[in-house]
């Protein structure tokens, strides 16, 4: 079987010469570090002055950690180690309002984080002749974009549609023989469910591959979209601190995502002690970037938690294998791609008048997509024979939670006192979706 590279030479290397990479790259970001108020002092005060402190990889423990909230207090320059005229872009992570955590892009970066996708998109066996819609949304959310880059470094016909208007999806797929999507797994099977009740036959279309991502998902559902689709589905790993999509990703094998090590630097630590987990085991992913110039990111705590597939892969990529991610280590809910802080909705509850003292948020599935509906009591005095403030106050919260978190929730008010006070810490967030894995 002929296994597809798009740099075989760096995909294949040999793991010394990949830490000699490392080790270059690591150097390079803490000159850039050094140059970001952000992460001067940090640095000086563990006695880091220059890229020449960075002795050997072991060094990066010396480096602090960087968490999504170090990003928002560095908003909105704090990270960048370019003169502004340089920068060339700027994404922000999903669902993100108020402060929120953005990257910025010089011209190369852009370029580099392109290389990284198509090097990801060929992994996956996609050819410059693949017709590939895009149904991520296009905008701040790096899924757009980014992902679009990458596909056409690689030579494909990208079609942006972005997310949403299913029927209009299914028409581009069929009048110009799609062959390769990008969505979220729970999009995929609404779109399977929306092609079989159109008036197209799947047999006319030429969709043979889906890149899947931006939120967990378990083997058995892509085993399930993979038998009612008839199409080979790929996980794909990113996030907008790391350039979005793309990060790790699976070859053809699809035993797990490879996760670029020439661009990437990783530990698995314990999220409680922070001490890395011994390999193999389970614990929440670090990443040092190493190839972009507009903002550094050292030991970047993504929350998310996974495990080194140790075995070497049968395709002979050198890169370690991530397993499929089984959760978080924070309390973000990732709802139809889009992620969401239980506090966001918080902030809402707590501002508008006429809500009352408790409140539950309800993540369930309808169909194939997630749900979410905030339940909240109102005060007293807003339960009377008058439903219009009700009314009201429903649609009120609705604008105001979809505006922060861009994402309609179903409001559910209760009259005051009706949802039970827990004793101990208050359960604020009800996850019914199923976790199989
Ligand atoms: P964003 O920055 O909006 O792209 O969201 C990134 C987050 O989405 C990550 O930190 C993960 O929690 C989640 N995510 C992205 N891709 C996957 C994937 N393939 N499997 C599980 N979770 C994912
Ligand atoms: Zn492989």
């Given at each position: 079987m002929e296994i597809p590279f798009w740099d075989k030479s760096i995909e294949t290397i040999d793991r010394s010469e990949l830490e000699k990479l490392q080790l270059a790259g690591l150097k390079r970001q803490v000159e850039n570090a050094l140059k970001t108020t952000f992460y001067k002092n940090k640095l000086l005060k563990e006695g880091i002055i220059g890229g020449s402190s960075i002795k050997s990889l072991d060094d990066l423990r010396r480096l602090p950690f960087t968490t999504k909230s170090d990003l928002r207090e560095a908003y909105p320059f704090g990270l960048m180690s370019v003169n502004k005229e340089d920068v060339v872009r700027i994404h922000a992570s999903s669902g993100t309002t108020g402060t929120p955590t953005i990257i910025y892009q010089t011209q190369k970066d852009v370029s580099m984080a392109a290389d990284t996708m198509a090097r990801s998109l060929v992994a996956a066996g996609c050819t410059k002749n693949d017709i590939c819609q895009n149904m991520m949304t296009y905008g701040l959310f790096t899924g757009g974009m980014c992902f679009h880059y990458g596909a056409e470094r690689l030579g494909m016909t990208v079609i942006?549609?972005?997310?949403?208007n299913t029927i209009r999806q299914i028409k581009f797929m069929h009048d110009f023989g799609t062959t390769v999507t990008h969505a979220t797994p729970s999009y995929l099977l609404h779109l399977h469910q929306a092609i079989e009740e159109s008036e197209y036959d799947r047999n006319d279309f030429k969709w043979r591959l889906a890149v899947t991502g931006a939120e967990p998902h378990s083997e058995e559902l892509r085993c399930k979209i993979q038998d009612k689709l008839g199409i080979e589905v790929y996980n794909c790993y990113g996030m907008s601190e790391l350039n979005g999509p793309g990060v790790a990703f699976e070859c053809i094998f699809r035993k797990g995502m490879h996760i670029w090590e020439d661009r990437y630097i990783i530990e698995i630590i314990d999220p409680v002690t922070l001490e890395p987990v011994p390999e193999g085991e389970v614990g929440e992913l670090v990443v040092t970037i190493l190839h972009r110039d507009a903002m550094p990111l050292l030991r970047y705590r993504t929350r998310d938690l996974t495990r080194i597939i140790p075995e070497p892969c049968a395709c002979g990529r050198t890169h370690r294998r991530l397993a499929r991610f089984t959760g978080r280590s924070d309390d973000m809910l990732i709802i139809n791609g889009v992620n969401v802080f239980p506090s966001q909705i918080e902030e809402v509850l707590l501002k508008?008048?006429?809500?009352?003292?408790n409140y539950l948020i309800v993540v369930e599935k309808q169909g194939d997509l997630d749900k979410l509906t905030v339940q909240t009591e109102v005060t007293p005095e807003m339960f009377t024979d008058d439903t219009r403030p009700l009314n009201a106050l429903k649609e009120r919260l609705k604008a105001e939670m979809s505006a922060l978190i861009t994402i309609n929730p179903v409001i559910e008010l209760k009259e005051s006192g009706s949802m039970p006070v827990s004793e101990g810490k208050a359960k604020r967030v009800d996850d019914r979706r199923p976790k199989d894995f």
């Open positions: 942006p549609t972005s997310s949403g508008v008048n006429g809500v009352g003292a």
